[in-house]
């Protein structure tokens, strides 16, 4: 049975509140303006800026949370609303996976997992700039374009990355990943990874998820003010089409992939009449030209057609299927009879005539010559390897077992109890984004570090952090099938961030009329993207190499956002 990632148990909530006490004790502390309070003269740093800054009134959020203007006491605020953050991603997560085990893929998997996934990141984006005047909002909003951007560098970078080195195993001589196999130590071409296909297209829909970015970057390009509210609207439409898109794309997912599978094994089937064609010496089924040679192809006709009545039954065909040797291929010989007799027989009356079994052998050799490009003259190994290829990509199908929805006791409990969790992860997560986005603000204030890469670093540590430590651990396990998944939900992470979360930034931008200028931050997520998107689309094997060039991308980010906004002034 294939490995199924397993509900984390979510931590228990005494450090929730104990996370709340400190901060509202150190918050009447810090709020404190007298004098004689020890702890605050310490806290506070000692230069004048510090203590004129410290005297400056803050606004309690909602009225009670506690708020401060000195560097520490929003130092501590942060990591306190950061924790609070990242506990409810854990009951989110925890809340939709076990939602997961008990209802399977299909409307739960496909349609709640991602969106809820996605939820604190898209909540702080949204807080970032809903409240406060335009001039607030519009200073406030460079904090949810660092989350934005920060998230999607984090996940497709350093992530990324780390997977590649916790979960390599040696490259064999086909170069691909050995599972559980780990001889090479940190050989960097010698280890890897390697993913199903499936991944790859995984990696493909992330690229094109950077769309509403070029959209609503276009009249930048052409360095016009005119029509960038209309892009902006247009980008945020097209957002929202795309994380529908998505959505439908992941219910209607195993349903796709059925269809696949059994494409594939027909194909399979059909590549072994071929080879056994080859090797029954009846001659080669391609001229030296490229062309299907009907003399060995009527040869082969003649020979299956075991009563001599001009034409193939089912019963023939059946045992054609039977005497050949398909390996480790297990599958109902009289479906594949089924499907071979519906794709050669033109005339649907149910038996094959010599005509219609040589334009079916022709289509497949076609197909066979498109598949697998030949070298010179097409030989006996040109079969061989068209068989090979149908047989990898079915093997690369197979794990039909993951779309399984697994019994479990007490169906009933572990819903309440899922339910449970997303709800009380959502409710912190609403509750503490807007006090986290004033912590971090008031933080840049203090100490004049753009809050743009506070919130880039920072922030994305607070939300992403538990599907990072998730996603590590189930790399660790060595397997094609763990590191497939979990590069998956990788590259469904960044696709949630560059729709849903920013189709909610894009429409704070539209909806409160604020100024779109972030050419900057979103050059950095197209190149960052558009990168790793071309570099992991096309292959299913990546050795340990690979991790370094993820690696680098991170720094590189953040050091092209400071030359171009600070150095050639773009914002």
């Known amino acids: 049975m294939a490995t199924r990632r397993q509900p984390r148990r979510a931590f228990p909530l005494v450090p929730l509140l104990l996370s709340l006490m400190a901060a509202a004790a150190y918050g009447r502390l810090i709020s404190d303006g007298s004098p004689s309070a020890p702890l605050v003269s310490v806290i506070r740093l000692a230069s004048p800026a510090a203590a004129a800054a410290a005297e400056e009134k803050c606004e309690q959020s909602y009225g009670f949370l506690p708020c401060t203007t000195t560097v520490l006491g929003n130092l501590f605020l942060a990591l306190v609303y950061g924790f609070l953050m990242f506990k409810a991603a854990t009951y989110l997560s925890a809340g939709s996976e076990l939602l997961l085990e008990i209802m399977g893929p299909g409307l739960v998997g496909g349609l709640l997992l991602p969106i809820l996934g996605a939820l604190p ?3 702080l984006v949204l807080v970032s700039g809903l409240s406060g005047s335009k001039e607030t909002a519009q200073s406030q909003v460079l904090i949810g374009m660092g989350l934005l951007a920060g998230s ?24 691909e990943a050995v599972d559980l196999t780990n001889t090479k130590g ?18 493909r829909i992330m690229g094109l998820s950077v769309i509403p970015f070029i959209i609503a970057q276009f009249p930048k390009m052409l360095k016009t003010h005119h029509g960038q509210r209309l892009a902006v609207l247009l980008a945020l439409i097209t957002s929202f089409l795309l994380v529908l898109s998505y959505c439908l794309y992941q219910v209607f997912q195993p349903w796709i992939q059925r269809r696949k599978l059994a494409y594939a094994k027909h194909k399979h089937v059909i590549s072994g009449i071929l080879r056994h064609a080859q090797m029954q010496a009846l001659g080669r089924l391609l001229n030296d030209d490229g062309t299907p040679n009907e003399d060995v192809i009527r040869k082969l006709f003649r020979k299956i057609d075991i009563d001599d009545s001009g034409n193939l039954s089912h019963s023939e065909l059946h045992a054609l299927i039977v005497g050949i040797n398909f390996e480790e291929l297990d599958f109902d010989k009289m479906d594949a009879v089924d499907k071979v007799m519906n794709d050669f027989d033109t005339s649907r009356n149910d038996v094959l005539e010599e005509d219609e079994f040589v334009q079916g052998m022709k289509k497949w050799l076609n197909e066979a010559k498109r598949t697998v490009p030949a070298s010179g003259a097409f030989s006996n190994k040109f079969i061989n390897e068209f068989h090979e290829r149908t047989r990898q990509e079915h093997a690369q199908l197979i794990d039909k077992s993951d779309e399984a929805v697994e019994s479990v006791e007490n169906p009933g409990w572990c819903i309440a109890k899922a339910v449970g969790f997303l709800l009380l992860g959502a409710a912190i997560a609403a509750a503490f984004a807007d006090p986290l986005v004033d912590a971090v603000h008031n933080f840049s204030n203090a100490t004049h570090i753009p809050s743009f890469f506070i919130s880039f670093i920072a922030l994305p540590l607070a939300t992403n952090s538990s599907e990072a430590v998730s996603a590590i651990i189930f790399a660790s396990r060595k397997k094609q099938r763990t590191c497939s998944l979990t590069f998956s939900e990788v590259y469904g992470g960044v696709t949630m961030n560059n729709t849903l979360c920013l189709g909610v930034f894009l429409a704070l931008i539209y909806f409160r009329n604020l100024t779109w200028d972030f050419s900057s931050e979103v050059l950095i997520i197209l190149v960052v993207c558009v990168i790793m998107a071309l570099f992991t689309s096309f292959r299913t094997t990546f050795p340990l190499w690979t991790c370094l060039i993820a690696y680098m991308l991170y720094p590189l980010s953040l050091v092209i956002v400071y030359i171009l906004d600070y150095v050639f002034g773009w914002s």
Do not use: E, M
């Open 121 to 123: 990141d898209a909540l």
């Open 152 to 175: 999607t560098v984090f996940l497709i970078t350093l992530l990324w990355g780390t997977c590649v080195v916790v979960g390599k195993c040696d490259l064999g001589p086909n170069r």
């Open 186 to 203: 940190f050989s960097l071409t010698g280890t890897g990874i390697t993913t199903d296909v499936q991944t790859s297209y995984a990696a």
